[in-house]
């Protein structure tokens, strides 16, 4: 237990009585009047300054607000373009149904125009509009639209001043054949933004692109090419000098545009403000702390000590070892008995805690015990070595999860020396449990093998011994068989709810290996789907757990078979140890650092001629 002695000291009641009596003749007579003197000089600036970063958190706050609503208005003409699209083909459609439709998806939404572009011979030619005077003009100076996918922007040429276009790129076989745009006049954003209710100065509103040229704003006068010098305090702020007017302001970005929001306001406004706050505040000040404060405070000296001191003694026991001590209410105690009540909230919360830190560190150790168990476990049921047959070659590949779970690879010839017996497995479930199961069916399947020739008997046995041990806990465990006999060439194989192997032949082709069936350990099973392939010289056989398949990335994108499927065709090198190095590397590059949720276990053959 943590040793909560801390002092031997005694506290006399006397000595903290005069020491409180001297602070508040300190206080009131000589820190708070000398100050004073000072304070006429230097609070003037120092709350300026104060009131100026203030001033560039709020309006910081302010753009960033409306900026969202401003991106909120932009997302819904996305919608409309989107169901526009949707509704229309536009390299199909003509006449003046399409005209009619867009005149009343402009009438709607309140909007400028509403217009498709067609790109023909490199230029862009309006085909269709809610406005007749835009049809079949060139419009190329909008050429840059078809790079992207949406745009919003506001071209310094345009079809009509102060308008913001917002477009959509039209694609035919993943080319760019035309964009259809949206023109939303400046004003419709700007006048939704209310500022009078909701600071006290007088601030001035604009948008301005990346060139921090202003484009519109609520004072005329700043029109055009600013100069922004940064404020190095706070970020995203900037001083303004324009016509001898300083001004300050927060320029904030419109997501998924080139546009920004500029609030700004004139440093006069400021100055005036903080001059009336000043003066207001200094009579506030010499009447409170001077007058009345001296007088209160020399009136509870008394009524202080005692909680106080109370407080002290409480510690005093605490620290000579009796933890069970606690600090009890005193009469107009005020924040001291409050103090006391926290101080005694903290004993108690650090007996509690110490307490559940000694049971949490007993629990830890548990776990990593059964953690290093399962460890053990899972890394004993692979194959330590591979067999050395003439006709075959082996590689394997595991990447283990934080978890301990239930994968297992195994690769043995059949008591004989002819049928080499191939299996992979996954047991539902994670911890001891999974590995325990997985190594039951392991030692069935070894046992099976000896006892019976053909892989089905093999299957059926095992997978009703087991679901004997299972019982109603659910669990299970899919599997990928097979028994390859190596003078005839002829692989027989069954997946039971497992992901069917990869054999990619040697003349590049790629079958997947998959027949019907469920996972053992769900019910009794009579009989097993069991194929048979021929396999050839250079053939490669891979097996792989839903941990490859089920691999994700930061967007929750699965890496599945059809990535690996890809890779398989793309390898041109079939030695199983490079497949399997390549493989791993792929998903830990498709991955990147997102945590790993399963284990990854892949196995790599390649059949070889007979020697």
């Not at 805690?353 to 007993?362: I, P, R, T, V």
Request: proline share 2%; hydrophobic share 45%; net charge neutral.
């Amino acid at each position: 237990m943590v040793d909560l002695k801390i002092s031997k000291k005694r506290f006399k009641r006397k000595s903290l009585t005069s020491s409180i009596a001297l602070r508040v003749f300190l206080v009131s007579f000589v820190v708070l009047v000398i100050p004073l003197c000072f304070h006429a000089f230097f609070t003037f600036k120092q709350e300026y300054n104060q009131k100026i970063r203030d001033l560039f958190i709020s309006l910081n706050i302010l753009g960033r607000s409306h900026s969202s609503l401003i991106e909120t208005e932009m997302q819904f003409y996305k919608q409309v373009l989107d169901i526009v699209e949707e509704e229309i083909n536009f390299s199909k459609e003509k006449g003046a149904t399409v005209n009619a439709y867009l005149r009343k998806i402009a009438w709607i939404t309140q909007t400028k125009d509403v217009f498709y572009l067609a790109s023909e011979d490199s230029k862009l030619i309006c085909k269709f509009s809610s406005a007749d005077e835009l049809l079949n003009k060139d419009v190329s100076f909008f050429q840059d639209i078809l790079s992207k996918e949406n745009f919003v922007f506001a071209p310094k040429k345009s079809l009509a001043p102060s308008i913001i276009y917002i477009s959509n790129t039209i694609y035919e076989q993943n080319k760019p054949i035309g964009a259809l745009l949206i023109g939303v006049p400046i004003t419709e954003f700007i006048s939704r933004l209310t500022l009078k209710e909701e600071v006290s100065y007088f601030i001035d509103l604009s948008l301005i692109n990346s060139q921090n040229e202003v484009i519109h704003s609520s004072d005329k006068t700043l029109v055009g090419k600013l100069n922004l010098v940064p404020f190095k305090k706070t970020a995203n702020s900037f001083w303004i000098e324009k016509d001898f007017d300083k001004r300050f302001a927060v320029k904030v970005p419109i997501k998924d545009t080139e546009f920004y929001l500029l609030f700004d306001i004139a440093k006069k406004h400021i100055v005036e403000m903080q001059k009336k706050d000043f003066i207001f505040k200094m009579l506030s000040l010499i009447f409170f702390f001077v007058v009345i404060g001296g007088s209160i405070a020399f009136a509870f000296i008394t009524f202080l000590s005692k909680p106080l001191y109370n407080l002290f003694e409480t510690m005093q026991k605490i620290s000579e070892g009796k933890i069970d001590e606690r600090f009890n209410k005193t009469g107009m105690g005020f924040e001291i008995n409050i103090l006391g009540e926290f101080f005694n909230s903290t004993m108690d919360s650090l007996i509690f805690h110490q307490k559940m830190a000694e049971e949490e560190n007993l629990q830890k150790q548990k776990l990593q015990q059964e953690l290093k168990i399962g460890h053990d476990i899972q890394l004993n049921m692979f194959p330590t070595s591979f067999l050395d047959l003439p006709k075959v070659e082996a590689a394997p590949g595991y990447l283990s999860a934080k978890e301990v779970s239930g994968d297992f690879y195994d690769l043995f010839l059949k008591e004989g020396g002819r049928d080499l017996f191939i299996a992979i497995a996954d047991a539902s479930g994670k911890g001891i449990s999974a590995c325990l199961y997985s190594l039951n069916i392991r030692s069935a399947l070894r046992a099976f093998t000896t006892t019976f020739s053909n892989l089905e008997d093999i299957v059926v046995a095992t997978n009703n011994l087991f679901i004997k041990d299972t019982k109603e806990t659910g669990m299970f465990v899919t599997t990928w068989l097979a028994l390859f006999d190596e003078k005839k060439n002829i692989l027989h194989y069954t997946s039971c709810g497992h992901p069917g192997a990869l054999l990619k032949k040697h003349d590049g082709s790629l079958i997947e290996l998959q027949t019907e069936g469920m996972a053992l350990g769900v019910e009794p099973i009579k009989k097993v789907e069991v194929k048979k392939v021929h396999l050839e010289e250079n053939d490669l056989l891979v097996l792989y757990t839903d941990g490859v398949s089920e691999a994700r990335n930061a967007k929750k994108e699965q890496f599945n078979v059809t990535r690996i499927i890809e890779f398989l065709n793309k390898s041109k090198n079939t030695l199983p140890s490079d497949v399997v190095d390549k493989l791993l590397k792929e998903i830990k590059a498709f991955t990147q650092n997102e945590p790993q949720s399963d284990d990854i276990t892949v196995l790599a053959m390649r059949f070889l001629a007979k020697e």
